[in-house]
């Protein structure tokens, strides 16, 4: 029911920002939906693949801020070939050619050109923000277009791409006249910079809040930099080498002393043990702290610049940290909500510089914990049913086992109990990955208790497909479910094909799944896009339905067949 | 790898007589494979692992090694043609590959290695012998019958809560596709706080160029799988610029998991990528072999044993 005019209810709608809670109101009348759908200026798209551009065009012609996800998430780890798709230059074009007023685009796992680049720096004039995360497919110069094109740019984002460097002349692109830069990440571009070129765009960028330096950027230049922006919120440091009885670095430790807003550090990408002093004074004030690039750094470094970070509530960190930094973070981290322990050798089994017992001491230390990510090379049930007690507040808990099957130590049994006892205590889980030694008990556990689980990734775990069919059936929220080497098959997949139309995908590789069964599923269920990967070139299309296929990521689309698909992709 | 290979040869000069002129080449067939004929002879080279010298004491029916099967393939429908032109290495002493494996044929059975020989281009076989993991035929039975076999194989007992390993404790775990999962920049951070970091990252590849595993700058990662032990293994390519060492690595990656005293190097066949069934058999790893490489499979030497080797081949083998 309406009782006021339509401005008014727009009115009322600006202040609903979350997606969630604006597309349920689009839902609640016909009225609703024009009114929200004219008023929309943020949308997200899961999957790129879900709908086309021209669709999004039509229903929100007021779209200001895009956000788009291509490929599947195992993609990071090498399982999706090259070419796979996610290609952001359709996307650009039709928003181009509708005039639509972009001002920002965020992108995560999708292929971008240095064309798309272009055109998104040459079309749209008030474009202001764009993020890369774990993209590919371009290179400086596409980057050097938006500096030089975009007038009011405020953000340049590049997280963890594959950037192909021409070398230098992008940062030098930025006219004189831009002096809106917000926030500045090239990390990840790998060559060289023109340094001066860099000193000149930060001294004329007052509003500059975030600066992440790749590692050419010396010591000296950062010194610099930090003389003309000691406003800054969020550094990345690229290189910190130098001698510390050097006059730059005098000049350094006493810039960095007026840095007092520097909440969030991050980079070190080359690192000298003996310069980390001069950070010491920045530490009392972080909340993100982000080593996880600095392989320079041993466990006693780490731990003495731990030890000054008492506000921290992120921590990025190398195993090497080791057991004994972990506990100095337990116990003084005590505002940490969130923690990763990246492996510094994954495939050195020997030495095992993280176990189960930092994490039990992190748990009991940080009662705020509600992230983790930690890889290690072994972990009990004993110790996850104390993390289990001690914390009871994780939204997303990913234990990495460096040997993907290995049982508890201790007893020789699988994890099962343990990773229950995570989903019994912590109700508010929406993400789980698991691993080491798992049978399909781990899995009723899940769908008993795991009831806001929204995704969950599984590897070499199992063993049946009644393993599948607990989670399926009992994980109401569950969008995204990638299953790698597991003995889950066409009983499973099919048992419920109604369910994969209220997830955003399902991705299975090296299971037990075979040709027939992917292709009755397409049958079906025409809301679906089964797509099977298929890298042997050998097989042809047309071929024994018995075949197991090697790897299968279906997902919900409102568009049918993608037409982007390269030939070893099968779509059903 | 000179002088490990040298010694090979010395002692087992005949080891690597594979193939005389006038022998056929054979598919091998995996046991759920249809049938294929026990007489067919097999193409199998074992190699003793660099440094032992005991090969002429090894009775490849009796010892239990994880061997690298190599056989010498070529695609079945190639009838014989020569298919496949491979580099000729420069100066090769003993350890010498095989470069054209047709054309020069009789040069090479004198100066070839034991490791291989291959049938005169005048006596094109017919058929080849292939340790194969896939057939080059379109047949898909196959290749599901391999891959239930791998996952039975990979698939802990369902009604026990036994471990799949027991109480055996694997030492390193050697790298699986794809695992751990953490993406390539984090990979090697240990060993490279520079280098790693700047190496180049291919943005644009070769239309193809698909490989099976993960190149990054360094390395070249492919798939090696053995039967019985559930998850595939990867070894570095580049890491190695022999076939020994190659063969020590494999042998280490697979040491933990086998019944006897794990050693032996021996034979490696692997999936080419334009060659169907392939096999370069090598003694230097060229970059042939490395770059069109797809999955190489380790096997034990009980298993060797079954693929019924002809019997003067086998003496000669065991010399």
């Known amino acids: 029911m309406n009782y006021f005019p339509d401005e008014v209810v727009e009115h009322v709608f600006d202040f609903i920002t979350s997606h969630k809670d604006r597309n349920s109101v689009s839902l609640v009348c016909k009225s609703w939906y024009k009114i929200e759908r004219y008023s929309r200026q943020r ?280 057991d004994k930094g972990l506990g100095v973070v337990a116990s003084t981290c005590k505002e940490l909500q969130e923690l990763r322990v990246f492996p510094s050798d994954p495939f050195d089994a020997e030495n095992a510089a993280v176990t189960e017992e930092s994490l039990v001491l992190i748990s009991a230390g940080c009662p705020k914990l509600n992230s983790l990510l930690y890889f290690c090379h072994q972990m009990t049930n004993a110790a996850l049913i104390t993390v289990a ?115 955003r995908s399902l991705w299975m590789s090296s299971c037990e799944v075979t040709l027939g069964a992917c292709k009755t599923l397409a049958k079906k269920m025409p809301s679906l896009n089964v797509e099977i990967i298929n890298e042997s070139e050998q097989l042809e299309f047309s071929l024994d339905d018995r075949l197991l296929v090697d790897k299968m990521y279906l997902y919900r689309t409102l568009v049918g067949h993608r037409k982007d698909a390269p030939e070893y992709v099968w779509l059903l | 790898m000179e002088s490990g290979c040298s010694k090979n040869v010395e002692s087992c000069p005949k080891l690597l007589d594979l193939i005389p002129q006038e022998r056929e080449w054979h598919l091998k067939r995996e046991e ?40 010498y393939f070529s695609s079945m429908k190639s009838n014989g043609k020569q298919t496949h032109k491979f580099p000729c290495p420069e100066d090769h002493p003993v350890g010498s590959v095989l470069s054209t494996p047709w054309a020069k044929n009789h040069h090479q059975q004198q100066t070839m290695p034991p490791f291989l020989q291959f049938p005169s281009t005048t006596a094109p076989p017919q058929t080849l012998p292939v340790i194969a993991k896939e057939s080059s035929q379109p047949c898909c039975n196959k290749a599901v019958d391999l891959q239930e076999a791998e996952r039975k194989a990979f698939k802990p007992p369902a009604n026990t809560a036994v471990p799949l390993n027991g109480s055996q404790k694997r030492t390193a775990p050697g790298p699986v596709v794809g695992w751990p999962p953490i993406r390539s920049i984090r990979k090697n951070l240990a060993n490279s706080s520079s280098s790693k970091l700047a190496s180049e990252s291919p943005t644009h590849k070769a239309a193809n160029e698909k490989p099976a595993a993960e190149p990054n700058g360094k390395g070249l990662f492919v798939k090696i799988n053995m039967d019985g032990v559930p998850i595939g293994r990867k070894v570095d390519l580049r890491a190695y610029d022999s076939y020994e060492k190659l063969s020590i690595a494999v042998d280490e990656l697979f040491r933990g998991l086998l019944a006897g005293d794990g050693s032996g190097g021996g034979i490696a066949y692997f999936k080419g990528q334009n060659f169907g069934l392939t096999c370069l058999l090598l003694l230097q790893l060229n970059s042939m072999f490395v770059s069109t490489v797809k999955r190489l499979r380790a096997l034990k030497s009980s298993e060797l044993s079954a693929l019924s080797l002809g019997s003067n081949k086998q003496g000669k083998l065991q010399a």
Not at chain 1, 462 to 484: A, F, P, T, W
Request: one cysteine or more.
């Open chain 1, 43 to 322: 949308v997200f798209i899961g999957n790129c693949y879900s709908i086309t551009p021209q669709r999004l065009i039509a229903r929100f012609p007021g779209l200001k801020s895009l956000t788009l996800k291509g490929k599947p998430h195992f993609a990071d780890f090498n399982l999706v070939p090259h070419d796979w798709g996610g290609f952001v230059y359709p996307w650009i074009k039709a928003l181009a050619k509708s005039r639509i007023g972009l001002e920002e685009l965020r992108l995560k796992r999708m292929v971008v050109s240095d064309d798309s680049l272009e055109l998104l720096s040459k079309y749209f004039p008030n474009f202001k923000s764009l993020v890369l995360v774990s993209c590919e497919g371009f290179t400086t110069d596409g980057v050097a277009a938006i500096a030089a094109n975009c007038r009011f740019l405020r953000e340049l984002d590049l997280q963890e791409n594959e950037v192909e460097d021409h070398r230098g002349h992008w940062l030098s692109c930025f006219p004189e006249s831009c002096t809106s830069l917000v926030s500045l990440n090239f990390a990840c571009l790998k060559g060289e910079i023109n340094l001066a070129s860099l000193e000149r765009l930060v001294a004329r960028s007052p509003n500059l809040k975030s600066l992440r330096l790749n590692r050419v950027v010396p010591l000296d230049t950062l010194q610099k930099l930090l003389m003309r922006a000691p406003q800054l919120v969020d550094l990345g440091i690229g290189s910190y080498v130098d001698d510390p009885s050097s006059e730059v670095f005098s000049k350094l430790k006493a810039v960095i002393q007026l840095c007092n807003s520097i909440r969030s550090l991050s980079g070190f990408l080359e690192v000298a043990p003996c310069c980390m002093s001069a950070i010491y004074p920045i530490c009392e004030n972080l909340t993100f702290l982000n080593l996880s690039y600095a392989p320079g750094l041993q466990g006693n470094d780490l731990t003495k610049l731990v030890q000054h970070c008492r506000k921290l509530q992120r921590l990025w960190i190398l195993d090497c940290i080791g």
């Open chain 2, 32 to 71: 759920e494979r249809r049938d294929g004929s026990s007489e067919e002879k097999k193409l199998e080279l074992r190699l003793g692992p660099p440094g032992e010298n005991n090969w002429s004491n090894k009775n490849n029916t009796e010892r239990d090694e994880s061997l690298l099967s190599l056989g």
């Open chain 1, 389 to 503: 007690k001690n914390c009871t507040n994780f939204i997303r808990f990913r234990l990495c086992i460096l040997d993907p099957v290995k049982a508890d130590p201790v007893t020789n049994q699988p994890l099962d109990e343990g990773f229950g006892a995570i989903v019994r205590s912590n109700k508010s889980l929406k993400r789980l990955s698991l691993s080491g030694l798992l049978t399909d008990q781990v899995f009723l556990y899940i769908g008993m208790y795991a009831k806001k689980l929204e995704m969950l990734s599984i590897a070499f775990a199992g063993d049946s497909n009644k393993g599948m069919l607990y989670v399926l059936n009992g994980c109401k929220k569950l969008r995204k479910l990638e299953i790698r080497d597991c003995p889950f098959g066409d009983v499973a997949l099919l048992q419920d094909m109604g369910k994969y139309e209220t997830m």
